[in-house]
């Protein structure tokens, strides 16, 4: 009976400590050296897999039982806490599956030869991982193989590729507004721009009868967009602005500058529109965009802005927020013109251009001004946000975790704009908490450790006048 109840407890055991393990592995892409190497929250490694690996190799069977009982009500109370929540996809579902049955084997070997069942506790999970990895990589070969075809048999269809360091998804979102005024576009959902996503999305999503198919493209590495732009062979493909994000895996902002012209990778390019921070130089089949945006105006009602067109300086007006969105709707502009709509359509369609979700989303509610831009990640446009507001009257509030996967020097910029221009700042995340409050000095300072309690925060230190910027967002495991 004892032997049941130990491989009962031990099996228990090993399932929660895997879901510590998957929702990890789940965060960072499934990519096990990125845990290992970069990793934000390695205090988590030490109290939910480590320490519990300690104890359970260490003490005696009492407390080893009180470790069955204790660790899978820690691991309920951390997962409860999460925003960002392990999602039972497909990959998961087997991989604890092949997990469920390395345990069902081990507790026979375990009940047959006396083997010490403590031997497996990390095991099974490392070789279930591998199995796994082994089993998507097979069965991804094949996904692949179906996207390709699909594309394949689509040969009247136009592919636009985008990439960049920061505004890839509201170009991609700008771009098919107005291109759907006169074609049938679909473009990736939401923030899909990984090949495992692009691959997935083909398959499952991409309608027979588009003309436009408009996708974006993300790298942590290089060699990422090269296999993308491979897969899609684009058409027509837009590099937008390149900066520093994603810099602890590039290393240099050499090596992120030659990772997105990957892009370039493809055996139908027609055209590119190429962002100056790339410093590339122009050809016939290559346009240099950015600079030749002219007249610049932002403001809380909109943005202006004359752009250089055939040699003549057009205008455009619409209602997003932002100077930076003026570099988003020039590379969507530009892929518009390419593919033959009048000046006349576009202004057109640019005047009633709607904007990305959580990116400077203005929302008025119980007399507060609310700019959601929690979607917006990178420093040029995050100072370019502060600057917007800077010239409201009333009282201003920042919530921010600061620059994610960024430099500390770029952080500590950040955080001298912000103490120059919000009265109060709400500080989340634990990744540059210490270079934002050790730069931030005439501000309130509220360092919020717990993102759950923010509304209550918000509800005791804003007032109706107030107006409430939401800069950034990083979930909890950052």
């Not at 932002?322 to 518009?336: D, L, Y």
Request: net charge neutral.
């Amino acid at each position: 009976m004892n032997i049941i109840i130990d491989m009962v407890l031990h099996t228990v055991f090993v399932l929660f400590l895997a879901y510590y393990f998957m929702s990890a592995m789940q965060w960072y892409s499934y990519k096990l050296e990125r845990i290992v190497f970069h990793y934000h929250r390695y205090d988590w490694h030490f109290y939910f897999f480590i320490f519990p690996l300690i104890i359970y190799y260490i003490l005696n069977v009492p407390y080893v039982y009180a470790l069955y009982l204790l660790y899978p009500v820690a691991i309920f109370l951390w997962a409860k806490k999460l925003d960002k929540k392990l999602v039972f996809t497909p990959r998961v579902k087997r991989f604890y599956l092949f997990l469920i049955g390395l345990l069902i084997f081990q507790a026979l070997l375990y009940s047959q030869c006396s083997v010490c069942i403590k031997e497996g506790v990390v095991i099974p999970i490392l070789v279930a991982h591998l199995v796994s990895v082994a089993f998507e990589a097979m069965a991804f070969e094949g996904y692949k193989k179906s996207a390709r075809a699909k594309l394949h048999d689509m040969s009247q269809m136009k592919v636009v590729a985008i990439t960049a360091s920061y505004g890839k998804t509201s170009i991609k979102n700008f771009l098919a507004q107005i291109l759907s005024t006169s074609f049938r576009v679909y473009a990736t959902p939401r923030s899909v721009n990984t090949l495992g996503g692009i691959v997935k999305d083909i398959n499952e999503s991409l309608p027979k009868e588009t003309q436009i198919y408009i996708v974006e493209a993300g790298a942590r590495a290089k060699g990422d967009i090269h296999e993308i732009a491979s897969l899609v062979d684009p058409h027509i493909v837009v590099v937008g602005s390149i900066g520093e994000q994603h810099i602890e895996y590039f290393k240099t902002l050499e090596n992120i500058r030659n990772t997105k012209m990957e892009i370039l990778d493809s055996k139908r390019l027609e055209h590119a529109f190429v962002h100056h921070s790339a410093n590339v130089s122009g050809n016939t089949n290559i346009t240099i965009f950015g600079e030749d945006i002219k007249n610049l105006n932002s403001s809380l009602q909109g943005i202006s802005f004359s752009l250089v067109l055939e040699g003549k300086e057009v205008p455009f007006k619409c209602n997003l927020l932002g100077s930076f969105n003026a570099i988003n709707v020039a590379a969507a502009i530009h892929v518009a013109y390419k593919l033959d709509l009048s000046i006349e359509q576009i202004q057109m369609a640019i005047s009633n251009l709607k904007g990305v979700e959580h990116r400077l989303q203005k929302i008025e509610a119980g007399g507060k001004l609310i700019i959601d831009d929690s979607f917006n990640g990178n420093l040029e446009g995050m100072l370019g946000s502060y600057e917007l507001v800077s010239s409201y009257e009333g009282r201003k509030v920042i919530i921010t975790p600061g620059l994610v996967e960024s430099t500390p020097e770029a952080n500590t910029l950040l955080a001298k704009t912000i103490d120059a221009i919000f009265d109060v700042v709400i500080i989340t995340g634990k990744s540059n908490m210490d270079v934002l409050n050790n730069n931030i000095h005439k501000a309130e300072k509220i360092i919020l450790h717990d993102k759950g309690q923010l509304q209550a925060c918000l509800a005791e230190k804003t007032v109706s006048g107030d107006l409430i910027l939401f800069s950034n967002d990083a979930p909890s495991f950052i």
